[in-house]
């Protein structure tokens, strides 16, 4: 009995098998399921499909352990376009933060599908510390040449362990300021996070970046975290060592399986004795001034060695802590503009071809220096009632010390000194005609004043001043009427006059006032009228013009419809316009209908028309109305209407890889997304997802 129930089970496991292949027509699975690798070592994971359904487009996510494992690059494989159809990936990325890979591919310009058995996508990854990582996929959406989801798709996931290798921790030679005296020793730790391995390390000297092979010690015996040291095979005895000699200690650790790491420590240098501090820092003159040269005298060190001693200077200003000579073995320095009352300080060190002793300083103040006199000007030249008298620098003064300087002004009005006046300018209303000026200027640096410079002007005759009257625009039949005026600082009597008047143009010389009624017949531009003034020696003009026009009023559009100026409609809509105007002048109106320019009809209401599925008026088109009087007088409105095929994203009239992109750019985005983009919905189902990618592909073809 127990015989023949196995034998049924067995019948039965295999009919529920054979069912549960009838209906997986479709496998995605990691290949290889099972990876090892190294922290730091690189591999690459591909993601298959096996299926016999007819496959247009997929949008699969590989999710990985981001402690573990980095994604370092993703590519398309082969099985979308293994019969040489063109592909378009809209997500092709990889994010480290979350642990994630994302692909995202359509087919298009083609209406079929592929089946069998390829790579969806490839997935390079590097081992970023030692652990296991599942490696599972999760299916967004697989799609068939019918634009519908692909039913009952298998997932097998797959794995990664990461092994970690020992690592030298640090390595520190000791002691760490020796003299030739002194033993080395180099101490170091290991670890492994590994507790079964075995550690080992070999020790190696350089001396003077050369390899020291005299005392290299190998296999020592190395406890994960403890501190580890040469014995005196691996010791540098003082007999090896020199003064300057530069020792580098290298440590390389491995374990059971050979994995290696190594690491050098910092390096150290056989020390000799330093020179003493000098005793005394002289500093000459001992009054100094920019421009002059500052010389240092050092003495008193003494060296134990008995190696030869060189001084070196360095030369530093206090008050803006810059360093003006760096050290040298130049016991001069030229004082700078910069060093103008300045702290100037001198350090000096003795040098015995090694190291350096400690520092003696000396300081020392610079001495002010007076500006020199400028050279001044009066201007203008020949200044007249009405002018302000200004003294100007000619020459500026100048300042060894580049001091700011300060300019001081006195004038003087007919040998007396002014003493409310102390700016570079006087002005006119303090002066009159035949008066003699004198304008005294010295520099000062807050410190020091320059010696006096002096210029002299006397005060002339002004021309009167006519005030601007600007040209003048008149309608026929209207009166145009102003007045002119004029000044003069002088007081002078003045008299006023014009040349060149219109027919029938009056100008009153005692009011000063000009009028003037053009008739219906003087419509025109009525130029070179001059009006003048005169003071009896000087005059003053203006030369005007007169515009006078013709009115005709234009019609008036008092209503229109649509109200709305731009509207959107597809091919085969058709839009009424109608509106209703009146002329202020009772003329006669006439009407013409455009489109982009072109007259299409001259009745006062019109019906645009569009043709479907034609192309031919697809595109942004201007209506205009435009209503004209007898007299030439027009008034117009506009509207623009957008006509659109369907599945132009971007409104240029075909469907080419512009939209495609536009639709990849948006994909996965809904309203509200910063990405989001309605035109790229094609189902309006407010969302862009794998149906709108693969619509486009599936209309790539469409142009007009």
């Known amino acids: 009995m127990g015989k023949k129930f196995f034998i049924i089970s067995v019948l039965l496991l295999s009919f529920l098998f054979q069912i549960a292949f009838a209906q997986a027509l479709t496998n995605v699975f990691v290949n290889p399921t099972s990876t090892v690798t190294n922290k730091g070592g690189n591999f690459t994971i591909n993601v298959n499909i096996d299926t016999t359904e007819s496959v247009f487009g997929a949008d699969i996510v590989l999710y990985f352990n981001k402690t573990i494992l980095s994604a370092t690059g993703i590519s ?4 979308l376009k293994k019969d040489g159809a063109t592909t378009f990936c809209t997500v092709l990325t990889i994010d480290n933060i979350s642990g994630k890979v994302s692909f995202a591919c359509t087919r298009f310009n083609t209406q079929t599908g592929v089946t069998g058995t390829g790579t969806l996508f490839s997935v390079n990854f590097t081992g970023i510390k030692g652990g296991y990582s599942n490696l599972s996929l999760k299916n967004e959406g697989i799609m068939d040449s019918s634009i519908e989801f692909i039913p009952n798709v298998i997932l097998t996931n797959g794995s990664v362990s990461s092994l970690t290798p020992p690592s030298v921790q640090s390595v520190t030679i000791t002691p760490t300021n020796p003299n030739t005296d002194d033993t080395l020793d180099c101490g170091f730790v290991v670890t492994d996070p590994d507790p079964t391995d075995t550690l080992k390390a070999n020790v190696t000297w350089f001396k003077n970046g050369i390899e020291w092979y005299n005392d290299d010690e190998n296999n020592i015996d190395v406890t994960s975290g403890v501190l580890a040291q040469t014995s005196s095979v691996g010791d540098i005895e003082p007999s090896d060592t020199a003064k300057n000699d530069n020792w580098v200690c290298q440590v390389i650790a491995y374990d059971s399986l050979g994995t290696r790491t190594s690491l050098n420590s910092s390096s150290v240098t056989i020390l000799n004795s330093a020179p003493t501090t000098p005793t005394s820092l002289a500093l000459s003159p ?24 060189t001084y070196y200077y360095e030369f530093y200003n206090v008050n803006d802590s810059t360093i003006k000579k760096a050290y040298s073995t130049s016991n001069t320095y030229s004082i700078q503009v910069s060093d103008a009352h300045n702290l100037i300080r001198v350090r000096t060190k003795a040098y015995d071809g090694t190291v350096y002793s400690g520092e003696k300083e000396s300081t020392i103040i610079i001495s002010n220096s007076a500006p020199t006199t400028p050279i001044i000007s009066i201007t203008p030249v020949n200044p007249k009632t009405t002018d302000n008298l200004v003294c100007n620098i000619a020459t500026q003064s100048t300042d060894a010390d580049n001091d700011v300087l300060n300019y001081n002004y006195a004038w003087y009005k007919n040998g007396v000194l002014q003493s409310s006046l102390t700016t570079n300018t006087v002005s006119s209303t303090y002066t009159a005609k035949n008066e003699m000026w004198r304008c005294n200027v010295t520099a000062s640096d807050g410190t020091s004043t320059s010696a006096q410079a002096t210029a002299n002007t006397t005060i002339i005759n002004s021309a ?3 005030a601007s009257i600007g040209n003048k625009s008149v309608i026929e039949t209207n009166l145009l009427t102003f007045t002119i005026s004029a000044t003069d600082a002088d007081s002078d009597a003045l008299t006023y006059s014009v040349a060149n008047l219109p027919s029938g143009a009056t100008f009153d010389s005692g009011t000063k006032t000009f009028s003037w009624t053009p008739t219906y017949d003087q419509n025109g531009i009525y130029s070179n009228i001059i009006f003048t003034v005169s003071d009896s020696n000087i005059v003053d003009n203006e030369t005007i013009t007169i515009t006078v026009t013709n009115y005709n009023r234009v019609p008036i559009i008092d209503t229109y419809s649509p109200l709305n100026t731009t509207m959107k409609i597809f091919e085969g809509s058709n839009i009424s316009f109608s509106h209703t105007s009146h002329d202020p002048d009772n003329d006669i109106l006439s009407y013409k209908w455009l489109v982009n320019l072109i007259v299409k009809a001259t009745t006062s209401s019109w019906m645009y028309q569009t043709t479907a599925n034609a192309c031919t008026d697809i595109g942004v088109r201007n209506i ?10 027009d008034a117009s409105h506009s509207w623009n209407v957008i006509v659109r095929m369907k599945g132009d994203v971007n409104y240029d009239n075909k469907v080419d890889i512009i939209d495609l992109s536009s639709v ?10 910063d990405n989001w983009n309605a035109s790229a919905d094609f189902n309006y189902d407010d969302k862009i997802n794998i149906v709108d990618l693969v619509t486009t592909g599936y209309n790539y073809w469409r142009t007009c």
């Open 76 to 79: 398309e494989g082969n099985f």
């Open 286 to 309: 001992s009054i100094i001034y920019v421009g002059n040269t500052l010389t240092a005298t050092a003495s008193g060190s003494t060296d134990a060695d008995n190696d030869a001693l």
């Open 464 to 466: 009167p001043l006519l």
């Open 624 to 633: 205009t109305l435009v209503v004209s009087d007898t007299n030439n007088g």
């Open 664 to 673: 990849g750019y948006s994909y996965g985005t809904q309203p509200g997304d």
